[in-house]
């Protein structure tokens, strides 16, 4: 269907450079799971997320 409409696929190949481990960390394990919470209890609507290839 892809090549039809005239896209193709690919899956990234690289990571960025200045990307911080400890941010990371610190958001798979505090930041996201506190997301998810407030998603639950419906203090927020939906999550939206953006990565380098967004922009």
């Known amino acids: ?4 409409l ?4 690919t899956k990234a190949t ?5 990307a911080s481990k ?6 798979r394990e505090v930041t996201l799971p506190e997301l ?3 998603l ?8 939206l997320f953006e990565d380098e290839s967004c922009c």
Do not use: A, C, P, W
Request: charged residues 35%.
């Open 1 to 4: 269907m892809l090549n039809r």
């Open 6 to 9: 005239g896209f193709s696929y």
């Open 14 to 18: 690289y990571t960025l450079v200045r």
């Open 22 to 27: 400890e941010e990371q960390k610190q958001f």
């Open 36 to 38: 998810k919470e407030k």
């Open 40 to 47: 639950n209890q419906g203090k927020i609507d939906h999550l």
